[in-house]
């Protein structure tokens, strides 16, 4: 067997492996496997790289790729183990951006590399699309970011003439291909890059924070195409097969996830959702309705009181850091007997499955958590609802204020129960910015402070009642 | 030349078809775990930064091929890592062991 052919044998281990993985990762069984796997097919490849011939030689530059390499991991194994939990999306962003960031340059150099041979024209095609795809990845992934990192703010920006402005750009950016495909300019090349760039910011600026996870995961399917694209360049099947698993499967995903909130893919993406809302809520609050406040120890006293508690938890008591002291309160009432839940609505936290993430970190039992359907069911029967940190998932204007931005989202009814408790910081309206009518309601008490001290204090007074 | 496109063509339809059909039906607590994971994934580009740096004749080639390596694998390492990180929470039953392991896996 050749080497040629032995090293492509392996590359097909390699994809076989990534589509058991994708497979794996759907199962929580088999998920942390199914990554393992991956994992493996992945080295596996890049070692088998190593013995490859290009243009008829062994690949040059061994050295340069070894350092390159090592920079890469030195920075990547640290990041990616010691950034908080909370901070998750924002990693996962840019760890998209830089894969879409080295399609884009690998494209880039494969032209610089052929260029003198006058590639037929589709090829300038697959080089120019991975070109343009990769580097909307890699800016609009870095707009992410720092909208998550609250670098910048997380509400959309809008300016008058946006969507005609983002239609000239990605017009512009097609018309350049066209050019780009009949000369073969590489000057021209490098103002696709950067129409590239600045296409990829304008496209993000305008979608607001609360649906930035959404548009991660439609980055993540971009770069899977631009990535699709290079394999396309470099005749590789390897890239082409990984790359469009990735694709496929990341545009079915974001769609899934934009129907967990209960929105269509393009309102997300072009609505600039929640930009408008918070002055109208403003008056609403003018008209003097009063909440209902109570401090931590007659929340205390009513847990004692309670058979059955739900507990809402949401990105605020991420935040907080609050995840310990709430398995603990919950610990501490089943031994009480008092029945236990987790309500996880499924775009609590940041992104679908961040909350399970973060009490499952806490140590609180995998049973303990429940999905929002089986929580509605139980919250009929429930003493009391406490809201730690969470607002929009909660918010009653979902099921009947059809003029609300989010009228339509699947919410978690804390209305059933009979008792809602919120602990907020403030009456600031949850990230989606709406106002939230549950607060007003006579049956809901309202603790403000800071979820973690609130929730230590409950605590005491639960275990000394 | 054709053919050769032909089959890369054929290759893409198919996986197409595979990437929609592997992922219909999956829990959404499991939504940002697989966005990570194939996150991870599409860091195979990292192959293709090896081929066009280890072919690079000019210095501009080598620049570009440097950082498409270094950006390539930035990718795969952090992809894996952090999904890895997000799904060994999945199961932490007895909570010492578990803080054992991760100590392990860390080093």
Redesign the interface.
Known sequence: MSRETLIDLLYLF?ATT??L???G????KR??M???I??LG?LV??VA??F?Y??GHS????G??L???G???L???P???FVK?TA??Q??A???G??G???A??S???F??IKSTHP?T?VTLEVLLGVLIGTVSFSGSAIAFAKLQELMTGRPVTYPGQQVLNGIFGLGALVLIVIILSTNSTPLLWVLLGLSFILGIAFVLPIGGADV?VL??LL?SF??L???A???T?????????????????I??TR??SK?MGRSLANVLFSAFGSNITASGDTERADGRSVRSGSPEDVGVLLNFSSRVVIIPGYGLAVAQAQHVVRELAEELEKKGIEVFFA?H?VAGR????M???L??A?VP?EQLV?MDEANSELQTADVALVVGANDTVNPAAKDDKSSPIYGMPIISADLAENVIFLKRSMRPGFAGIENELLYNPKTMLVFGDARDTLTKVLATVKNG | MGNVLLQYATVLVLSIFVGIEIIAKVPSILHTPLMSGSNAIHGVILVGSMLVLGSANTNLEEILGFLAVLLGTLNVVGGFVVTDRMLEMFKAKAPKAAVKKTDEVAQ
């Open positions: 390699s990534f589509v993985a994708l497979k990762l759907g199962s929580p998920a942390r199914g990554n393992g991956a994992a992945m490849a890049v790289t190593f490859k290009v243009d690949l040059h530059h061994v340069l790729i350092l390159a390499m920079i890469g991991v920075v990547a194994v990041t990616a183990r939990m998750m999306p990693l996962v840019i760890f998209n830089v894969g960031g080295a399609a340059l690998v880039i150099t494969e610089v590399h037929a589709y996870p991660i995961s993540n770069t899977g631009a990535v699709a290079s394999g396309f470099l005749g590789s099947n390897l890239l082409i097969v990984a790359g469009t698993l990735v694709g496929a499967s990341g079915l995903l899934l996830m967990a996880i499924p992104m679908p499955g961040h399970n993430v973060l499952a970190e140590n995998y999905e």
